[in-house]
């Protein structure tokens, strides 16, 4: 069965970024809904100007005064800091000016220091311009300071703006992942004068269309205004959470509002209590609140998907949903035990024998009724060689009345559950009724995630590489179709739904890998055929689909990772560096 997808909502588009594809939304809905608030003195931005607060100091006629006669490539086509000079004069300007009683959270630097190419720039090298705290240092700022990013081109263009992208996603990112405070981050990239107001979280990108930021300085001053008034918390960071110095090494004082807690108890009763072992332990847990105000981070746009199916028959059909995602409240867990992610894990014999580990725990939790729903790489710890399963947010006993939307991470989410429908009824039976289902999360979607998780270390990671093994240009050619295979299976959605449901094309794939790596493959295309094997068998009828699953399956992957473990227990991998650019294609 062949599926595609066209995805929209109203004039939503999608942008390609190495953060996944970033939602466009028009200028003023990022003004209205995805900046913070302006603050009360300063919502009449019209006034502000007509009344001449910031007509001597900034604007002429409409224009910013350091780019009446020239756009910034006009000024200097080949020193980004003198071409984006005013602009900082501009923008600080504008703070300065702006009625508040109070002092700016943020004030904004170009950075003289930093490297605008992106090929020249380090993991973390800092970008191009950044609003930071009054009180950094600027001889010595680090990441968790930068409040906002900003990233230059002097020309405009699809190169420069490309060029942007790679470069505001690292930013972006590396503004999240190096502190531990950081929700989300605003940012902003310029190609000459064509500006972009960015937002990134750890689930969304969302990016505006472009704008002119010196013939429609309005919107340039309403961002400006928005970001420096903004309180902590409004521009990303956790205030529940307080950086400390100890013995040199930044730790943290966390608030939890809760004293105790066991979410495992709420799954397990003592019939499953063996099971226990498999699932990390919880000290404490519960909702973040700022002040009294519980805390969320909203999803900004549902979703309008088209979709498409054809039966091998060539019957065709199509239909439309809209994904409502819901509010994703802000929820705190402490745990009992401190592990390493598989998504850190180098041996592939550590991470095989955790998957069996988890196997064993979602047998347990689906015989209890209950689904876990949001299975990766980083929700499977290793704690003293044992793999754990965590972060049960969306794990539930009630699919029905459970959180709306699709839920899962993009490179290991069910293919059914990307679809949003059920793929594999057997062909002889009429389709109707099909249609008419209801779509439900069902164990079999958890385990398919575990297949994905095992795939993604052997196909995405690259086997450390020994000096007595394979010549220089066999091993290059084996790394060259591993890079082929990751590309189809994690960055492009109809071939990784291919790679699941069609017989030949996962294994035609796995063959041309490196002999180690293909001896693996094989065991995961078994994998892959007993998963079609009980998703046939359960959708025969769909209203018949239980938690009461055939242990067959489960023992059958228990076995295959087994195996898996002990053809790798010599090998070690790491990342493909060099893919790390690309888009995925969630």
């Not at 700016?104 to 090929?119: A, L, M, Q, R």
């Not at 906002?148 to 703006?161: A, M, N, T």
């Not at 750890?202 to 990016?207: A, D, P, W």
């Not at 909702?287 to 065709?316: A, E, H, M, N, Y």
Request: proline share 4%; aromatic share 10%; hydrophobic share 35%.
């Amino acid at each position: 069965m062949r599926s595609t997808q066209v995805e929209h909502a109203g004039l939503l588009s999608r942008v390609d970024t190495p953060l996944g594809r970033a939602n466009r939304v028009p200028i003023q809905f990022f003004l209205d809904r995805v900046l913070p608030p302006l603050c009360k003195d300063l919502e009449k931005l019209d006034s502000l100007i007509n009344d001449g607060i910031f007509l001597d100091a900034i604007i002429a006629r409409g224009n910013l005064w350091g780019y009446t006669k020239k756009t910034p490539s006009g000024i200097h086509r080949r020193d980004v800091n003198k071409a984006f000079a005013s602009l900082q004069r501009d923008i600080r300007v504008m703070a300065n000016r702006a009625p508040q009683d109070t002092e700016p959270t943020v004030i904004f630097y170009n950075n003289k220091e930093g490297e605008s190419d992106f090929e020249e720039r380090e993991d973390d090298s800092f970008p191009d311009a950044f609003f930071v705290s009054p009180e950094t240092s600027r001889d010595a700022i680090q990441w968790s300071d930068i409040g906002i990013v900003g990233e230059y081109q002097r020309e405009d263009g699809k190169k420069s703006l490309q060029e942007n992208i790679k470069k505001v996603s690292q930013s972006m990112s590396n503004c999240i992942e190096r502190d531990p405070r950081r929700r989300f981050v605003y940012a902003f990239t310029v190609e000459d004068a064509t500006m972009r107001l960015w937002y990134c979280d750890r689930s969304q990108v969302v990016v505006s269309d472009p704008f002119n930021f010196v013939l429609d300085c309005r919107v340039l001053l309403h961002f400006v205004l928005a970001v420096s008034f903004a309180a902590v918390h409004q521009l990303g960071w956790d205030p529940t959470m307080v950086p400390l110095s100890i013995d040199g090494q930044t730790q943290y004082d966390i608030t939890v509002r809760s004293e105790d807690g066991e979410l495992v108890s709420d799954i397990f009763n003592t019939q499953y209590q063996a099971s226990r072992k498999y699932f990390i332990s919880v000290k404490a847990h519960g909702d973040v609140f700022i002040g009294d105000v519980q805390d969320r981070t909203p999803r900004l746009l549902d979703l309008v998907t088209s979709t498409r199916r054809t039966s091998p028959k060539g019957t065709s059909h199509a239909s439309t949903t809209t994904t409502r995602f819901p509010v994703q409240m802000h929820y705190r867990i402490v745990y009992g035990e401190v592990g390493e992610p598989l998504s850190e894990v180098t041996s592939l014999y550590t991470v095989y024998r955790a998957l069996m580990d988890a196997v064993y725990g979602l047998r347990a939790m689906h015989r209890a009724g209950w689904v876990h729903r949001d299975l990766s790489i980083g929700n499977i710890l290793v704690v003293d060689g044992v793999g754990k399963i965590i972060d049960l947010e969306y794990a539930t006993s009630n699919v029905r009345q459970s959180h709306p939307g699709r839920t899962g991470t993009a490179n290991f989410v069910a293919v059914e559950v990307d679809c949003g429908c059920y793929i594999f009824r057997p062909s002889s039976l009429p389709s109707k009724p099909y249609e008419d289902h209801e779509f439900l999360y069902n164990p079999l979607h958890d385990l398919e995630s575990l297949w994905w998780i095992a795939v993604y270390v052997a196909i995405k990671k690259e086997i450390e590489r020994k000096d007595d093994e394979d010549s220089r240009r066999l091993w290059d050619t084996h790394r060259q179709a591993q890079r082929e295979a990751a590309r189809e299976f994690f960055y492009q959605r109809d071939r990784r739904h291919a790679a699941l449901t069609y017989s030949q094309y996962f294994l035609k794939r796995i063959k041309r890998l490196h002999p180690t790596v293909a001896e693996i493959g094989l065991l995961l295309d078994d994998i892959r055929r007993a998963l079609q094997t009980a998703y046939t068998k359960a959708e025969r009828s769909i209203g018949a689909i239980t938690f009461d699953m055939d242990a067959e399956t489960y023992n059958q992957m228990c076995d295959w990772f087994g195996v898996a473990a002990e053809i790798a227990k010599d090998l070690n991998v790491h990342r493909f560096h060099d893919m790390e650019e690309e888009s995925t294609w969630s």
